[in-house]
């Protein structure tokens, strides 16, 4: 069983908005820092956005600062991508990623340090 699953994803015009979520099971979510990557057509797998595990910092790549947001609700054991503004160039395979982590204050961009990983939802915005 696959402990990460993805839902929210969609068709969207560009300027719209989409907000991911992804529900994690059969982990202790609080000990994880969570990650959001994804991969357009054609293109390798890039990160997007992370968040601690207390939710206390994130990071973001600079495509999508100011027009995405992560946040997560560990009680609910989810973390949420809310996208807005979108473009063209956002479409693509969403990933939801989860890294065992010591840090209550980091999260790491680099995809091979991830634990676990959602199967993905796609995104496409139309232009």
């Known amino acids: 069983q696959v402990p990460l699953e993805e839902s929210g994803g969609g068709l969207v015009q560009a300027g719209g908005s989409l907000r991911l979520s992804c529900a994690a099971s059969?982990?202790?979510?609080?000990?994880?820092?969570m990650g959001w990557f994804r991969r357009g057509p054609g293109k390798e797998r890039e990160f997007v956005a992370a968040?601690?595990?207390?939710?206390?910092?994130?990071f973001y790549a600079d495509s999508v600062k100011g027009r995405f947001t992560i946040s997560r609700d560990n009680p609910k054991n989810t973390v949420y991508l809310q996208m807005n503004s979108l473009k063209f160039e956002d479409t693509g395979t969403y990933y939801c990623?989860?890294?065992?982590?010591?840090?209550?204050?980091?999260?790491?961009?680099?995809?091979?340090?991830?634990?676990?990983w959602g199967q993905g939802t796609q995104v496409t915005v139309s232009s």
């Open positions: 968040i601690s595990r207390t939710g206390s910092r994130s």
């Open positions: 059969g982990l202790t979510f609080s000990n994880y820092a």
């Open positions: 990623a989860g890294d065992w982590a010591l840090s209550e204050n980091l999260a790491t961009t680099r995809d091979f340090e991830y634990d676990y």
